[in-house]
């Protein structure tokens, strides 16, 4: 995994494609700028992507052995003949792909997603086309047809990474780009077409070899080389299968990498699945990890979610096949957030687009929006502008509780003198490490926010 510009990973159309709405502070979301739309649906097997949502990412390879960094190899300037003997000592005694999709139901995800192959050219499949694979070591098994076995008996979506920069095949052409080594070594016949020989050969098992795949995720195209049949082959062997934009063409959705707020976007036009990593440091196994808090991630998911992204994240087993105990908590605890707040993602639709708050995003289902406090909140209360009509009833979904809402004029607001809806008695301290979610019941929404059309500053006022 590496960092890219934030434009660069959602591909040049960026601005006119992803920015469905982007509105100021304070400033009110008015008319067609402010209307929200999910991604559109592919009309296929593909569009199991917009339904599952939350993945788990998987990062696993020789590198866990060292405990440092997925891209021990580069970045720690191990030379090969000294970082390939790590095969010798692959044996992950405790892997057990049940476990893995145990932790993953657990967290409320619903896809899986692995490494195949890394930059380091490590293989956790049995390639016909290498012998740098988890077959040919102490361990002697096909970690990919394991994990496919366990997955279709569970019916989880499973996908496969592949990364398209490799130290270790000696027809890449390591030329000291980023992510490169800084150049051939011995043995090397650097060959770009042979090498792309090699990938499309290696693809091809990946899509023939373990049933039903659900997608391939590319990455690191370092020479941004151009090659819509790779994508093509694809399709064909696999046409369930969803593509990310990191290969030979702008495949399916993009994927933007960690945490970037520069980003005002209400809701996504276009396909995307972002990712991150419990760890701040690598996607692989590290022994002394810097572990993001919980309520961190909570905010990061909620970010991506309710603007109707799909959200990746990621855990690096140990070198025996295990999950660290503290990934594992952290997954866990999210999983019961999610249990409590999920239903306020799913199917419900963006909608943030109905409010100028920008210290909340809301989604919405039928007759109910939801209420994403996707910031720290402040104080113990919400307004909602330009709402100015009473639910129901509030209901927060962390804990059940009822709150109490008024439409009465605030100080505040003394220019417009406007008595705007608030949601109040919210347990702020105690939602601080965590993401609330405010379900709102209306007896019926207004057309022109059921309509999921947007409509002037002050629509809810009927």
Known sequence: MKRRSFLHRLGASAPAAFL????????????KAATASAPAPFGDGRDWFLEKRFGMFV?????SILGWHEQHQWRGKVPRAEYVKLAERWNPV???PEQWLDLLQEAGMRYLTVTTKHHDGFCLFDSKLTRFNSVQTPYGKDIIGMLSEACHKRKIPLCLYYSIADWNQPNYPNQGRHHELPGPEQGDKPDWDAYMEFLKGQVRELCT?????????WDMNVPKHVDPSVNDMIRKLQPDAVINDR?????????PERD??????RAFATRVEACQAVGSESWGYRSDEDYYTVGHLERSITRYLARGANYLLNVGPMPDGSIDPRSTSILKDIGKWMGSVGEGFGDARPASHLTSNHNVMLT???????????????????KLKPFNTLPKRAVLL?????????????PADHVEATPWLRIRGIPADSLANTVGVIRLDFETLPSAAAEDGGGESGILVR
């Open 20 to 31: 469905v709405s982007q509105t100021g502070a304070g400033e009110p979301a008015k008319g």
């Open 59 to 63: 990062h696993w390879g020789l590198y």
């Open 94 to 96: 405790k892997f057990d």
């Open 209 to 217: 070899n373990y049933g039903r795949i659900h997608g391939i995720w």
């Open 247 to 255: 290969g030979f063409d702008k495949g399916d959705f993009g994927t």
């Open 260 to 265: 970037y707020h520069a980003d005002e976007a």
């Open 364 to 382: 919405r289902r039928g007759n109910s929006l939801y209420v994403h406090l996707h910031t720290v909140p402040v104080t113990d209360s919400v």
């Open 398 to 410: 962390n804990n059940g509780a009822e709150l109490p809402l008024v439409a009465n004029l605030c």
